[in-house]
């Protein structure tokens, strides 16, 4: 898929499930769930047993992009490299790391690299992060995003961690361009109601479709 495609695509969906999970069947049952929801991009953390062929399989399954998967937790450009041959269009990383970006940039994939202050932020967009990551979300809230933007007004930002339903729209007001949703999203997982994450995930869509009238 195109890189400028996968942006937009990100953009307008304004919310990413990220997906930590015990075993690639867990993995591909939420990421299933969420889309049924209405949540058509994942973020696939490198955490979870058997990742790549988690991605392999949702690439198999949705053969037609109706899901745009992407790998999370990525630490380093050789990991990146090995889900992106999986099938992964964008990569995600708690920490500004510059091999990544180089190579995604090689291959025209998406990144979004981690951010914690002004300085990170201005650095990962320095080194050609399509996005930043602000992360985790939890230590700051969604009044830190005005304070960024207000030097930085150009800054793409998305916040991951602290992001629930009862304050995800005030992150899309503060200017996020979408937000990551993780443990807040897929809570039903922990009894095996993937009902429940689909439910949630509809709550989502709604509440950012609400926040960006």
């Known amino acids: 898929m195109k890189k ?5 695509r990100i953009i307008d969906t304004g919310i990413i499930s ?3 999970a015990n075993s690639p069947e867990q993995a591909l049952n939420i990421a299933n769930a969420v889309k049924r929801g209405g949540i058509d991009v994942v973020e696939i953390t490198m955490t979870v047993p058997g990742v790549i062929e988690v991605i392999e399989e949702l690439k198999r399954t949705y053969q037609n ?4 998967i992407g790998a999370g937790t990525v630490l380093d450009s050789e990991t990146a490299r090995i889900a992106m041959l999986a099938g992964a269009e964008f990569f995600v990383s708690p920490y500004f790391n510059a091999e990544i970006v180089k190579l995604c940039n090689r291959y025209q994939k998406v990144t979004m690299m981690g951010a914690m202050s002004i300085k990170e932020v201005i650095e990962a967009m320095e080194s050609g992060s399509d996005f930043v990551k602000l992360f985790p979300g939890s230590a700051f809230g969604p009044s830190v ?8 007004p150009y800054a793409p930002i998305i916040p991951t961690g602290g992001v629930n339903l ?3 729209g005030d992150w899309i007001k ?6 990551g949703v993780g443990g807040e999203l897929t809570k039903g997982v922990q009894n095996g109601n993937y009902e429940e994450v689909q439910e949630t995930a509809r709550k989502f869509v709604e509440k950012i479709k609400k926040a960006r009238i």
Do not use: S
């Open 65 to 68: 992009d109706e899901i745009l």
């Open 166 to 168: 009862e304050n995800v």
């Open 4 to 8: 400028l495609k996968v942006m937009q």
């Open 18 to 20: 990220v997906i930590r």
């Open 145 to 152: 995003v005005k304070a960024i933007l207000g030097p930085l």
């Open 174 to 179: 503060a200017g996020c361009l979408a937000v």
